[in-house]
């Protein structure tokens, strides 16, 4: 059986904002596509819900979250992201509802993207891996906050405060999504993938006995060779799920 083909991304856009939960969720691939994207001159930037404060087993909460914050900022700028910033939301708790929407929507307000990147809002990353519920709750706020970015009517003291409707995202990209429909080709931006994966060090040293550099590019290899690659042409790719708007 014949894999169905992924169209490619959309090219039609100059600002991109990644939102996602944890450091280190950018970094398990979309980060080689981020290095393609700063490369032809566009502009993205990250929003993080949490600072990863409870992702490393062996490293208290408060210890881990200055470490986590930077390894992310080192990680962003190897690919080119042009800003980083943290929200306050409690690592492994974060709660979907209006104040997590209310928070995307201000960011989404301030940088004024036209693609929103995001990461997997579905109950399972495919078959029978089930997802966390920080993904499922950041990525289905991302997508609901699309909206209400646009909406006067929807939080309306963000505009009190000079965040402005915006309605000008046109698409929202979900990575790691089990029901990808388009891909962007990442040879030239693969290297840069793997490097910036390799600046959680301290993370991936805590989630594995295979050394750094061996588990980021064997990661990286996985999810844009035996991932999407099949399905787009058999480049080295990274696949969204994308819902126009």
């Not at 208290?60 to 190897?78: D, I, K, Y």
């Amino acid at each position: 059986m014949v894999a169905e083909q992924l169209e490619p991304m959309p090219t039609e856009w100059t600002r991109a904002l990644a939102v996602v939960a944890h450091p280190d969720d950018i970094e398990y691939g979309t980060a080689a596509a981020v290095a393609v994207w700063t490369d032809a001159g566009r502009e993205v930037s990250y929003l993080l819900a949490t600072r990863g404060e409870a992702g490393i087993d062996g490293i208290p909460p408060e210890e881990s979250a200055e470490l986590r914050e930077r390894e992310q900022r080192a990680s962003a700028a190897v690919v080119g992201a042009s800003t980083v910033r943290f929200l306050d939301h409690h690592d492994g708790v974060i709660e979907y509802g209006t104040a997590l929407r209310r928070d995307l929507a201000a960011a989404i307000r301030e940088h004024r993207p036209e693609l929103l990147i995001t990461i997997n809002h579905h109950d399972t990353w495919g078959a029978r891996a089930w997802n966390t519920p920080d993904h499922r709750a950041v990525g289905r706020a991302a997508l609901d906050a699309a909206g209400d970015s646009g909406n006067r009517w929807i939080f309306p003291d963000l505009a009190d405060n000079g965040l402005v409707p915006w309605d000008g995202v046109r698409w929202v990209a979900v990575a790691g999504s089990p029901q990808p429909t388009h891909a962007v080709d990442v040879t030239d931006g693969f290297e840069r993938g793997v490097s910036s994966l390799l600046e959680h060090r301290a993370y991936i040293e805590g989630l594995t006995d295979t050394s750094p550099e061996t588990y980021a590019r064997n990661v990286l290899e996985s999810i844009t060779g035996g991932g999407a690659a099949p399905q787009f042409g058999g480049r080295p790719a990274l696949a969204f799920e994308l819902f126009p708007r």
